[in-house]
Nanobody, 115 residues
Framework: QVQLVESGGGLVQPGGSLRLSCSAS????????MGWYRQAPGKERELVAT???????GYAGSVKGRFTISRDNAKNTVNLQMNSLKPEDTAVYYC?????????WGQGIQVTVSS
């Protein structure tokens, strides 16, 4: 069983930055595909960024150039550095771990971008 715990969310002004972290329990983290997703009110959950076990990265077009995903296998953590934040980035952000048939989600953390 894997538990994912997100941290680092909050309220930030447009143009500001936040860094989200996701800490994973267990021993499979280093082999897993990790991802950040988000869900805004009234909208479907969407992919934000992914990082493979070999640290290949992928981004949604809406965040490319502003967000950076990274991982630290020694600490079982995946991070999302979010810069130049916009009001439309407001959402609950979720961490996801995938490995074969295994699929785990964090509880989500609120990010609000507002003046």
């Amino acid at each position: 069983q894997v538990q994912l715990v997100e941290s680092g969310g909050g309220l930030v002004q447009p143009g500001g930055s936040l860094r989200l972290s996701c800490s994973a329990s267990g021993s499979i983290f280093s082999r897993a595909l990790m991802g950040w997703y988000r869900q805004a009110p009234g909208k479907e959950r969407e992919l934000v960024a992914t990082i493979t076990s070999s640290s290949s990265r992928g981004y949604a077009g809406s965040v490319k150039g502003r967000f950076t995903i990274s991982r630290d296998n020694a600490k079982n953590t995946v991070n999302l550095q979010m810069n130049s934040l916009k009001p439309e980035d407001t959402a609950v952000y979720y961490c996801r771990l995938s490995l074969g048939s295994l699929d785990y989600w964090g509880q989500g953390i609120q990010v609000t971008v507002s003046s």
